[in-house]
């Protein structure tokens, strides 16, 4: 099993500020994807990424997975109090059994 | 189009009864994989069932089991509840083993 390491694992900012969370694993992965969760409600899918080295925009993120494909990044810009929330990343193994990692709590003050 | 839908929201019991848990996957979805998230921590995977039949189980006890019946609605059942089982139990559909996961909201278990 695949173990994935996120950091920070909360981060507390002002509205219109910056933040990078960060994935990482000794593994190699096929793919990865980043999810976000509001309270009371399931993970809702953000990205997927595939390639190595490969970079996703979705509006005011960015996605980048790391050239050898251990590792990956989520950065904010202009954070605003509706991206406050856990976001996760995952991988695929086999048999479409996604490994998560333990997430990062996001709070953005207004 | 309707998404997965999981029953109860919240459920309360004591330790060593029984409970099960529902999951409606979304229209078409053929492929329903289980997770049980402690809190604070992320989503771990339970099992997963593709047409009807049992595709791959984490590292969890026997008494975790599962059913999915012809219409790809699924049930999670555990039995001799422990105190350690108190979580969010999160269901999720796709269309097919290699296809993206969709969540349904999840159910919140609590252990007296």
């Known amino acids: 099993t695949q173990l994935l390491e996120q950091s920070p694992q909360f981060l507390s900012i002002q509205e219109g500020e910056n933040l990078t969370v960060y994935c990482n694993s000794s593994?190699?992965?096929?793919?990865l994807q980043w999810y976000r969760q509001e309270p009371g409600e399931g993970p809702v899918l953000l990205v997927t990424?595939?390639?190595?080295?490969e970079v996703k925009k979705l509006k005011r993120l960015t996605f980048q997975f790391g050239d050898a494909r251990k590792d990956s990044s989520l950065h904010i810009t202009a954070a605003q109090p509706g991206d406050t929330g856990l976001y996760l990343c995952?991988?695929?193994?086999?048999?479409?059994?996604?490994?998560f990692g333990a997430g990062t709590i996001l709070r953005v003050k207004s | 189009e309707t998404g997965v839908t999981q029953s109860p929201t919240h459920l309360i019991k004591t330790r060593g009864q029984q409970v099960t848990l529902r999951c409606s996957s979304q229209?078409?979805?053929?492929?329903v994989s289980w997770y049980q998230q402690a809190l604070g921590q992320g989503p771990q995977f339970i099992f997963q069932?593709?047409?009807?039949?049992?595709?791959g189980r984490g590292n969890f006890p026997p008494r975790f089991s599962g059913l999915q019946f012809p219409n790809y609605s699924s049930e999670l059942n555990v039995n001799a509840l422990e105190l350690d089982d108190s979580a969010l139990y999160l269901c999720?559909?796709?269309?097919?083993?290699?296809?993206?996961?969709?969540f349904g909201d999840g159910t919140r278990l609590s252990i007296l």
């Open positions: 999720a559909s796709s269309l097919d083993r290699n296809q993206p996961q969709h």
């Open positions: 593994s190699v992965f096929s793919s």
């Open positions: 990424v595939v390639t190595g080295g």
């Open positions: 995952a991988a695929m193994e086999y048999g479409n059994k996604l490994v």
């Open positions: 229209s078409g979805h053929n492929t």
């Open positions: 069932y593709y047409r009807e039949e049992e595709n």
